[in-house]
């Protein structure tokens, strides 16, 4: 990863992590809609890291969230597990001629078809795994699901937006 790429890294990670504890800790829709939009950070990293950097730069926004939430570790082993599975997942759909090694997988670099079968399966096992972890097992179990469902989808719905709105179309 070159400079320019590692700052901005640095400062995405600042930006994810300050409007997620700053804006959207207290945002939730009819009780069940939670928006966590610092998984974006971890789904547009540059291909190029590797698995255990991956890891550790999740561990690092996972754990961050986790400290202004009071959550004992739960974003954290979630966003360990999407991190996990993300080079298997992009393995499984990358087309033939394969990925540039420097590309950032996000909406300017890629058209939305792409970016939903890449990132709506992790934001939502990532949901899964958090709201299960929070709910502290499978007692309530409908209700957990509806959570991770209209969770998934309004973060989903932000992260297309925020991309929408900051990002420019490569040309």
Known sequence: MN??????????FFLYVLFQVLLLKNFILFDTAFC?????FI????LELGPIALMLIAFGVGFSVDLFYDSIGVNASASV??????????KA???RGGYEEII???????????????????????????????????????FTLSKILFSTLLTFFVIVLAQYLFYKKAT
């Open 3 to 12: 400079s320019k790429n590692f700052i901005s890294v640095i400062v995405s």
């Open 36 to 40: 966590f939009v610092y998984v974006a």
């Open 43 to 46: 789904l547009m990293l540059p």
């Open 81 to 90: 597990f999407i991190a996990f599975l993300r080079p298997y997942w992009l």
């Open 93 to 95: 759909i990358t087309p």
């Open 104 to 142: 950032i997988p996000n909406l300017k670099t890629m058209d939305l078809g792409w970016f939903i079968v890449y990132a709506l399966p992790l934001v939502l096992v990532h949901h899964f795994v958090l709201l299960f972890l929070e709910a502290g097992g499978f007692g309530l179990f409908l």
